[in-house]
Structures are given as structure tokens and as C-alpha cells.
Nanobody
Framework: QVQLVESGGGSVQAGGSLRLSCARS????????MAWFRQGPGKEREGVAY???????GYAASVKGRFTISQDNAKNTLYLQMDSLKPEDTAMYYC?????????????????WGQGTQVTVSS
């Protein structure tokens, strides 16, 4: 049973920073991919960043240069460092995991999800 638990969300002013964490457990397979998605009020869930088992990363255009995805395999934890936050970054942020590296920004292709952590950026 794969479990993903996010933490680190909160409220911050524009220009500030937050670091999200996703603790994972119950993995029975390798390799795997991990990602962060977000869903703002009245919006569809969208991909933010991903990292493959080989360490390849990818970012949505809206966050590239401001957000950094990383993972600590020893701690079984995925991170998302978010800098220069903007009000439009306000959303529920979700951690996701799957085995393949196909269509990594498409939410429907991901198998496992966390419960989400709220990020609110005020102007």
C-alpha cells in the first residue's frame, strides 16, 4: 500500500518562500517517478514539477526558475522548494507517484496521491 503524506504548506506574502515535503512509504516497485501537482480554486489540477528515478526533472513554464523539485531517497521524502511566490501560486498542492515515465504532466496517468497541503500567497 503506497502512502504519500504532504506537509509544509501555509500562508505567505508574495515574494516569499515555502518548502513542501512528501513522505512516501509502502513502495514495492522500482523504478518510479514522483511529481507535484496543484489545483487552485475553480481550476483543474495541473502539473507543477516531476522527477524521474534517474533524476531527470521537469517544470511547468509558470514555475520554472522559481520552484525546485528534489528528493532524499534515504529519507523517502520528496521536496518542492518554492521561491518568489506569487498570488497565482495559491492552490492545494499534491504529491503523486507512479511507475512509468509516460505523460508526466497529465494527472490521469498517476496512480498514487497524497491528501494535499494548502499554499496561500497574499499580495
Amino acid at each position: 500500500q503506497v502512502q504519500l503524506v504532504e506537509s509544509g504548506g501555509g500562508s505567505v506574502q508574495a515574494g516569499g518562500s515555502l518548502r513542501l515535503s512528501c513522505a512516501r512509504s509502502g513502495y514495492t516497485y522500482s523504478p518510479y517517478c514522483m511529481a507535484w501537482f496543484r489545483q487552485g480554486p475553480g481550476k483543474e489540477r495541473e502539473g507543477v514539477a516531476y522527477i524521474t528515478s534517474g533524476g531527470t526533472t521537469g517544470y511547468a513554464a509558470s514555475v520554472k526558475g522559481r520552484f525546485t523539485i528534489s528528493q532524499d531517497n534515504a529519507k523517502n521524502t520528496l521536496y518542492l522548494q518554492m521561491d518568489s511566490l506569487k498570488p497565482e501560486d495559491t492552490a492545494m498542492y499534491y504529491c503523486a507517484a507512479k511507475r512509468d515515465a509516460w505523460r508526466l504532466f497529465l494527472p490521469e496517468t498517476w496512480d498514487h496521491w497524497g491528501q494535499g497541503t494548502q499554499v496561500t500567497v497574499s499580495s
